[in-house]
């Protein structure tokens, strides 16, 4: 009886430890499955979101399209990528300039330098963040980025980006 007893416990013991590796081994995957890890073979995503901005432009109905040879102008420094469940996240600094003609002389009209970050599913933009401004900033980019590197990246980010030879080019000088 003493011995069935061992036996028994030894079994259950066995079953416990096995339960537990088992519980380990399905959330060790769960958890691996659901990071979002960074990626470096989809860079055209950089492009779909650039070009997404400039269509934005193109849409909004503005009286400053109307000027003499308005155009908007953007460019941007690819911050990173990841992925989580077959969706990506690009993040972005963007530069955007609209220009015009006044005399034939080249006037800049508007533009912003701004982090952003595009959720692309099936190469379709499916969402497109910026931050807040004012005392929100730093708050809203510590969601929007996925670690403290890409914090770090877009909080100390020193703008380099620039329009000059595109306007020039447009504009044949």
């Known amino acids: 009886s003493n011995l069935r007893r061992k036996v028994s416990m030894k079994k259950i013991n066995i079953l416990l430890i096995l339960i537990c590796i088992i ?3 399905v959330g060790s995957i769960i958890l691996i499955n659901n990071k979002e890890y960074y990626i470096t073979d989809n860079e055209y995503l950089y492009d779909i979101a650039l070009n997404y901005l400039i269509n934005q432009d193109d849409e909004e109905s503005n009286s400053d399209h109307d000027r003499e040879n308005y155009h908007f102008f953007a460019t941007y420094d690819g911050l990173g990528i990841t992925e989580k469940n077959n969706i990506q996240y690009i993040y972005m600094w963007v ?3 609209s220009y015009y003609l006044d005399n034939s002389e080249i006037k800049e009209l508007s ?3 701004m982090f952003y970050k595009f959720t692309f599913e099936n190469n379709k933009i499916i969402n497109v963040e910026i931050p807040e401004d004012g005392s929100n900033y730093k708050k809203s980019i510590k969601k929007m980025c996925p670690d403290s590197k890409m914090i770090n990246k877009v ?3 020193n703008p380099k980006l620039s329009l000059t030879e595109q306007v020039n080019q447009y504009y044949n000088r």
């Open 23 to 25: 519980i380990i081994i």
């Open 95 to 97: 530069l955007g300039e």
């Open 111 to 113: 533009g912003y330098s």
């Open 155 to 157: 909080l100390n980010y």
